[in-house]
């Protein structure tokens, strides 16, 4: 005679294998597409910043060809010798990153341009114009 006990412990011990095997199961499947996430997002987070610091570079550039434009249409005269700090007025500007703008006039030559004030972001722009 089979004791009910027994066959009840060995579908006990049969069940617990099966949890084990699918928990096992479970956690290599997590592991795997962890592996494949991180690298993905990490491309990801490089791709917003290259793509921020492109914004930002044509932003500075159209900011400073329009000044320069300006200064180039007589606006210059309004300046003294030597370098200065240049204020802009285009609105967009605000999108930028700590930065400044400086002017500079010597002679019949202008330079104006933007430098962020952040180690790692767009480098300067720069616009050298001759006074006619």
């Known amino acids: 005679m089979v004791k009910p006990h027994l ?10 294998r099966e949890r084990a095997a699918l928990t096992t199961e479970l956690l290599v499947a ?15 987070s490089q791709e917003v910043r290259l793509l921020r610091g492109s914004y930002w570079r044509s932003v500075v550039m159209e900011i ?21 700090p240049y204020t802009v007025r285009a609105g967009a500007a605000t999108n930028l990153p700590p930065g400044r703008f400086q002017l500079t006039k010597t002679g019949k030559q202008l330079r104006l341009e933007w430098r962020s004030d952040e180690r790692q972001s767009v480098g300067p722009v720069v616009r050298d114009i001759t006074i006619q």
């Open 7 to 16: 066959i009840s412990a060995g579908r006990k011990s049969d069940r617990r």
């Open 64 to 84: 400073v060809d329009g000044e320069a434009e300006i200064l180039a249409a007589g606006e210059w005269r309004a300046f003294p010798e030597g370098q200065q």
């Open 30 to 44: 997590m592991a795997l597409l962890v592996l494949a996430v991180c690298p993905l997002a990490y491309a990801f």
